[in-house]
């Protein structure tokens, strides 16, 4: 499998959940990696994206102080972060390379925060 995404569930508004995603070494190593979400009726978004290292970081304005993107580069890992879940961040959670996704998308996990 090249990616993976797990981690997704039901939470209330307010609460937290941390996204796992699984990578295949020839998609992960030494790529820059991202978090995309899409929800019903939208366009897939970048949420948020890491560099190879790790060093570099970077946020979509709405999930900025809320969410935090890590990896583990020796299990090809990375992960995600959410606190302070809204409505708004309810939505199918993907990863992917980045600033290109070049790997196929997957089933993605889902996020469902109610009010």
């Known amino acids: 499998v090249q990616l993976q995404a797990s981690g997704g569930g039901l939470v209330q508004a307010g609460g937290s959940l941390r996204l796992s995603c699984a990578a295949s070494g020839s998609i992960f190593n030494g790529n820059f990696m991202g978090w995309y979400r899409q929800a019903p009726g939208k366009q897939r978004e970048l949420v948020a994206a890491?560099?190879?290292?790790?060093?570099?970081?970077a946020y979509a304005d709405s999930v900025k102080g809320r969410f935090t993107i890590a990896r583990d580069n020796a299990k090809n890992m990375v992960y995600l972060q959410m606190n302070n879940l809204k409505p708004g961040d309810t939505a199918v959670y993907y990863c992917?390379?980045?600033?290109?996704?070049?790997?196929?998308w997957g089933q993605g996990t889902q996020v469902t925060v109610s009010s």
């Open positions: 992917n390379t980045y600033p290109i996704p070049r790997a196929s």
């Open positions: 890491i560099g190879s290292s790790g060093g570099y970081t």
